[in-house]
Antibody, heavy 122, light 111 residues
Framework: QITLKESGPTLVKPTQTLTLTCTFSGFSLSTTGVGVGWIRQPPGKALEWLALIYWDDDKRYSPSLKSRLTITKDTSKNQVVLTMTNMDPVDTATYYC??????????????WGQGTMVTVSS | QSVLTQPPSVSGAPGQRVTISCTGSSSNIGAGYDVHWYQQVPGTAPKLLIYGNNNRPSGVPDRFSGSKSGTSASLAITGLQAEDEADYYCQSYDSSLSGLVFGGGTKLTVL
């Protein structure tokens, strides 16, 4: 059974860097075809894809946020970390991590974490 | 503005059939990229409903079906049930943006 869970601060100040951790079980990020992505959702608004990391350490980012995002993986800990710099109140959202379903193109997320709400405010 | 356009809301009575459209362009759906659909009950995480235009993950009822034609895709729900009341999102890939894109979401109300 695949599960994912996000963790990190619930409140960050403007200009600070956000670090979120996705801890997962039921799969390995060293297995060919596996990937983990991050998606966010501002209150009352639509989903927005942020980043995706693959088993071979290939990384993809949302072009509009690429300069602010870094995604990394720790295979031994079954964790994926997303950092977002220069946080702004418009970045207030629920942040989800999700498992990429293998062998499907374009990338699709079949299992999602419960999400973590991050508020950006001074 | 989302790259993929969905109607903000649709509604139907129990037992009826509803469809939700997802309109893209020549750089995403029209370029041949498949479309996926998610269901999100308010306050919960999205759930994959349809992948690859018309494939249902295990456990998704066959009341849900998807299709794609040209620059658009559609999600159809037959035999509407109260539990289907949720937000629905389409997702694909856009070659101009070089990234995954979601629709703006559609709120389904079961009357």
């Amino acid at each position: 059974q695949i599960t994912l869970k996000e963790s990190g601060p619930t409140l960050v100040k403007p200009t600070q860097t956000l670090t979120l951790t996705c801890t997962f079980s039921g799969f390995s990020l060293s297995t060919t075809g596996v990937g983990v992505g991050w998606i966010r959702q501002p209150p009352g608004k639509a989903l927005e894809w942020l980043a995706l990391i693959y088993w071979d350490d290939d990384k993809r980012y949302s072009p509009s946020l690429k300069s602010r995002l870094t995604i990394t993986k720790d295979t031994s800990k079954n964790q994926v970390v997303l950092t977002m710099t220069n946080m702004d109140p418009v970045d207030t959202a629920t942040y989800y991590c999700a498992h990429r379903q293998q062998q499907v193109v374009p990338d699709v997320f079949d299992i999602w974490g419960q999400g973590t709400m991050v508020t950006v405010s001074s | 503005q989302s790259v993929l356009t969905q109607p903000p809301s649709v509604s139907g009575a129990p037992g009826q059939r509803v469809t939700i459209s997802c309109t893209g362009s020549s750089s995403n759906i029209g370029a041949g990229y498949d479309v996926h659909w998610y269901q999100q009950v308010p306050g919960t995480a999205p759930k994959l409903l349809i992948y690859g235009n018309n494939n249902r993950p295990s456990g998704v009822p066959d009341r849900f079906s998807g299709s794609k034609s040209g620059t658009s895709a559609s999600l159809a729900i037959t035999g509407l049930q109260a539990e289907d009341e949720a937000d629905y999102y389409c997702q694909s890939y856009d070659s101009s943006l070089s990234g995954l894109v979601f629709g703006g979401g559609t709120k389904l109300t079961v009357l």
